[in-house]
């Protein structure tokens, strides 16, 4: 379903600030894989998820999702293929427009703007269904504003919009790293979800080692900007936290990398 | 006595004025409430929609034809001012500087035309052409009073955005000055709803340059030197007013065409206190940074302390 073949990615080159994110990076995802990504600071987690979500071009390599290469299609042009839930709650949602318009937003990605409704009457009796999935109360407050909501129902709300429209990739940047543990809990909850009911192609970064373990049939640890652990299928159910750190070690020759993971 | 007769003979002709910049203002709460944009090519896109309906009208065309292309040239100082920030990455504000600046040339370039150089004012005779709005009847009890098809434009405007930005494309727009990052994600281009905004905006502020040269009975190139201060000051006066009491979106535009004509009627009222004419862009310009400004210091310093509901929530709102 993606393809990311020997990806290069590097900020401010030619400056003091110069940072090789993505040092060569590849990934397969098969149809129906839920990847957890996990990796100390600057490993270039969120770098890859840009890079194929398209924030900016990537400096070399080539990405191709569901067979279609699209390595040089700008941002808004990938999102028919992706739904994506960002780290920050804020980020996610339009705060001045309300619920109802949030979702209609989302229900047409990747489909042409026209001058037809923004919503339907119809449109908006699915809404209150689909909200009722979160459980939070917001099928009774469809046309309030986004930005009266917390960050947690933000972030709910968000997941939902991604998933409106089944993706044929759902890109989840931390996304419960800003909530606290009862709401991340909730929304992590609500992840599993609809991933299983939508068998959708997933990549999902946590910070969480624990949640990288119990959550998806396929771990990947990120460091320099490269994958330095793949561990999918019998192995990955079988994993723990310690395996997972010795491993870490054994791949990379490090063993700083201990504090650095469990602290990031 | 005399000092209330002449405020009250002025406010018809403070009203009319006020439903022109009000079609105006509306175009400013687009790129500055909708957007998110501060768009200063307005100051010269005035001048330039006044320039193209008085030199058409006198050369023949009706006015209604004439109006018609003052909006499509306003439609495309919106697109220069679109693609200077989207195509060739230039700041918005900056954008908008060098359309305004250019369109200056252009509007000499509009009024002297068949000249072979530029002019700088061009007068038009309601006597002689059919205009839509004249200053001259503003104070008759009669159909021909500006003030009639003055406020069935701002009502026809405020008509078609509210159905505008309820279609797909009008959300599209709305969510690009909401949250760029959010409109990417869900497939929107938010360069192009920038450029489109910008576009839409200025064509009403071009169409408001027509309906002041006829009301006024000329164009000129300096018609516009200020207008982006005297249509935010339109548009927050109309919030300050009716933020609590309009909640709907076509109240809150026919807020800016409110705010517009309390504006004119608060100059007229300060005229009268003997004001000079030279004072006014100072005082202007006084009141707007002021209304600007007390947003931010009751948010500063006179702020409840309120407990947030969630870790980060709403606080953005």
Not at chain 1, 233 to 257: H, M, P
Not at chain 2, 84 to 100: D, E, K, R, V, Y
Not at chain 2, 104 to 113: C, D, F, K, P, T
Request: hydrophobic share 50%; net charge positive; with cysteine.
């Amino acid at each position: 379903m993606l393809d990311v073949s020997n990806v290069y990615k590097t900020f401010n080159p030619g400056t003091v600030n110069e940072k090789t994110a993505l040092n060569g990076v590849s990934l397969t995802l098969k149809d129906g894989d839920f990847v957890t990504v996990i990796g100390g600071n600057g490993a270039g987690k969120s770098t890859l998820l840009n890079a194929v979500a398209g924030v900016w071009p990537v400096d070399s390599g080539s990405i191709s999702i569901g067979g279609a290469d699209v390595t040089r299609l700008p941002e808004h042009k990938r999102a028919k293929y992706i739904g994506r839930v960002f780290q920050d709650p804020m980020m996610g949602t339009a705060a001045t427009m309300q619920i109802e318009e949030n979702l209609a937003l989302a229900a047409r990605r990747g489909k042409g703007r026209t001058l037809r409704r923004g919503i339907t009457r119809d449109e908006r009796e699915g809404y209150r269904e689909v909200l009722k999935i979160l459980d939070l109360g917001l099928e009774d407050r469809l046309t309030s504003k986004v930005g009266l909501l917390s960050g947690g129902q933000r972030q709910a709300l968000t997941l939902l919009m991604a998933t409106l429209q089944k993706p044929d990739l759902l890109l989840l940047d931390e996304h419960t790293a800003a909530l606290d543990p009862k709401t991340a809990a909730k929304v992590l909850e609500a992840t599993e979800r609809i991933v299983q009911k939508d068998k959708l192609t997933t990549l999902m970064i946590t910070h969480n080692m624990k949640d990288a373990i119990v959550h998806g049939n396929r771990l990947i640890m990120m460091y320099e900007g490269r994958i330095a652990l793949d561990i999918a299928g019998e192995d990955k159910k079988k994993l723990t936290v310690e395996d997972l750190l010795a491993r870490f070690g054994q791949a990379t020759g490090s063993d700083e990398a201990d504090d650095k993971l469990l602290l990031g | 006595m005399a000092f209330l007769t002449s405020l009250l003979n002025s406010m018809p002709g403070a009203a009319a004025q006020g439903l022109a910049w009000g079609v105006m203002a509306i175009g400013v709460y687009i790129t500055y409430r909708i957007l998110d944009v501060a768009d200063l090519t307005v100051d010269g896109s005035l001048g330039t929609g006044a320039a193209v309906c008085v030199l058409l009208t006198l050369n023949g065309a009706p006015v209604g034809v004439a109006m018609a292309c003052a909006v499509l040239a306003g439609l495309l100082a919106g697109l220069v001012t679109g693609l200077l920030h989207t195509a060739c990455g230039i700041p918005a504000i900056l954008s908008g500087i060098l359309t305004q600046l250019a369109l200056y040339s252009v509007n000499l370039r509009i009024m002297g035309w068949g000249t072979g150089g530029g002019k700088a004012n061009l007068p038009i005779s309601v006597d002689k052409y059919g205009l839509l709005v004249s200053a001259r009847y503003v104070r008759d009890l009669a159909l021909n009073n500006p003030l009639i098809p003055l406020a069935l434009f701002v009502a026809v405007v405020i008509a078609v955005l509210y159905w505008f930005f309820g279609t797909e494309l009008g959300c599209a727009l709305r969510a690009t000055g909401s949250n760029g990052n959010m409109a990417r994600a869900q497939g929107i281009n938010t360069n192009w709803c920038k450029v489109l905004g910008l576009m839409v905006s200025n064509a009403l502020v071009a169409l408001a340059g027509a309906l002041l040269a006829q009301y006024q009975g000329f164009a000129d190139v300096n018609m516009g030197r200020g207008a982006i201060v005297i249509g935010l000051a339109a548009v927050i006066i109309g919030e300050v007013l009716f933020s609590k009491v309009f909640r709907n979106f076509a109240l809150k535009l026919l807020a800016c065409a409110i705010g517009a004509v309390i504006y004119y009627i608060v100059i007229q009222f300060v005229l009268r206190l003997g004001l000079s004419t030279d004072d006014l862009k100072l005082l202007t310009a006084l009141v707007v940074a002021l209304f600007l400004a007390v947003p931010y210091w009751k948010g500063r310093y006179f702020a409840k302390k309120v407990i947030p509901a969630g870790k980060g929530g709403g606080a953005h709102a």
